[in-house]
């Protein structure tokens, strides 16, 4: 009988150390899997210091600057993105949201191509009060937010 308690202690053990092994391992798939759908933030100044990889994806935002918006062949548009500190010229093909424009807030997704982001998304703000969070952040660390007008 003693043997007995001894095997199912033996075996309760077995299957706990197996359960926290396989938590572990489904950690850290689920965060090798997240690596490509984590996109950071970065300002036009913080991608002019510390340009990213080749094939790395993330958001840039701050304000389109005045007088940048262009329009190329079909649906392409050329603009800036700046923070008034630094800016980094963009390029978008596709629909641009109703209330993009010169002097908005923009956070786009995409990747650098030589000195040009190439964006694959492109959002604007939504109202006449919103700006991103992380647009609002950079800009009042550069030193030049501006409270909207209510």
């Known amino acids: 009988m003693a043997g007995l308690k001894g095997l199912k202690k033996q075996r309760r053990v077995q299957i706990i150390a197996l359960a926290a092994a396989a938590l572990a391992v489904s950690t850290g798939l689920i965060g090798y899997a997240m690596q490509d759908g984590i996109n950071f933030f970065r300002s036009p100044t913080e991608v002019r210091a510390n340009p990213p990889g080749a094939n790395e994806t993330f958001r840039i935002g701050g304000l389109v600057a005045e007088g940048s918006l262009r329009r190329g062949e079909g649906a392409t548009a050329f603009f800036d993105v700046t ?35 190439v964006a694959t998304e492109v959002l604007a703000k939504h109202d006449e009060t919103y700006m991103p969070k992380e647009v609002v952040d950079a800009l009042k660390e550069q030193g030049v937010y501006r409270e909207p007008k209510s």
């Open 83 to 117: 923070d008034t500190n630094e800016t980094v010229s963009a390029r978008y093909t596709g629909v641009l949201p109703d209330l993009f424009g010169e002097g908005e807030g923009v956070v786009a997704l995409g990747r650098m191509e030589g000195d040009t982001f």
